[in-house]
């Protein structure tokens, strides 16, 4: 990379970023968020064109097309202040919808491994959206992304959940997990249990992080996780439902896509279901 603008301003003449290594035009709006540099091209294989443009430190980007909708998935490394370097440099370089395509830990008994879970708002124990904006501020999803994540679900048969998730920094304290030598602070023992009975879904640790700037900037924003791991039943099977969480969240992209063609039409800011029987014919 070239001499940067400034400390205050890591990009280069032409406006590219410091550590995603994209600049404006390199993206569509769409971009799909795995954690995982090495999920952007498994994410990438069901597009029918895909490359690679960018690869610096965890942030891997492809850009391509699915179903002929430009399309684009970066990897944002573990966590919420990785993931909030990418948000902020993804969106200064054209993007405006997110999905997180992840994996998580369920907290409910009922959620079977290998099911998605998709996000409709994050428990905050997260450090970096707390630099954002006050406590009180919610971290909520897009509706219209979550929409979409549902009829995506639905139109593969893909066994799906739908609520609230906990996003943590800490994978083993702040999930309830003892640390080294058992170490387990008061505040976190048994916060799994807690949250369960809350009606919590699953903890994860980037949906908190990536709601809130979303929100904070106007722009949309979902996820869908597969359930590795459950903490009810206690299972572990690494990367089962992945498949179908990346099937999920690609498939999403073409019904927000098609859904923005029809606000497009109508003149219309907000999408409503009415909208969509109307226009398409569903329902």
Not at 1 to 8: C, E, F, H, P, Q
Not at 40 to 60: M, N, Q
Not at 93 to 100: C, L, Q
Request: glycine fraction near 10%; hydrophobic fraction near 40%; charged fraction near 25%.
């Amino acid at each position: 990379m070239s001499r940067l603008k400034s400390a205050v301003e890591p990009e280069d003449i032409t406006g590219k970023q410091y550590h995603v290594g994209l600049k404006p035009g390199d993206i569509p709006k769409f971009v799909l968020l795995p954690g995982d540099p090495e999920r952007v091209p498994r994410i990438a294989k069901y597009w029918e064109e895909r490359r690679e443009i960018s690869k610096h430190r965890e942030y891997v980007t492809y850009v391509g097309r699915y179903k002929g909708v430009p399309i684009a998935s970066t990897s944002t490394g573990i966590g919420g202040p990785a993931t909030a370097i990418a948000i902020e440099e993804l969106l200064r370089v054209g993007a405006t919808t997110f999905i997180r395509v992840g994996t998580t830990g369920a907290l409910q008994d009922f959620i079977r491994l290998g099911d998605i879970i998709i996000s409709t708002a994050a428990v905050r124990y997260d450090g970096t959206s707390k630099i954002y904006v006050d406590v009180e501020y919610p971290a909520v999803a897009s509706y219209e992304v979550v929409m979409a994540l549902i009829e995506a679900a639905e139109s593969l048969g893909v066994p799906y959940h739908v609520g609230i998730t906990a996003s943590s920094d800490s994978f083993y304290i702040g999930q309830g997990r003892p640390g080294y030598k058992g170490y387990l602070p008061s505040r976190w023992r048994k916060v799994e249990k807690r949250l369960a009975e809350l009606n919590v879904l699953n903890f994860e640790m980037e949906a908190a992080t990536l709601f809130t700037l979303a929100n904070i900037y106007g722009v949309r924003a979902g996820a869908a996780c597969a359930a590795i791991a459950n903490r009810a039943t206690n299972e572990f099977i690494p990367d089962i439902g992945v498949e179908d969480a990346i099937r999920v969240a690609n498939e999403a992209v073409r019904v927000l896509n098609e859904w923005d063609q029809v606000k497009k039409r109508r003149g219309s800011k907000y999408l409503s279901l009415k909208m969509i029987v109307n226009e398409l014919g569903k329902g």
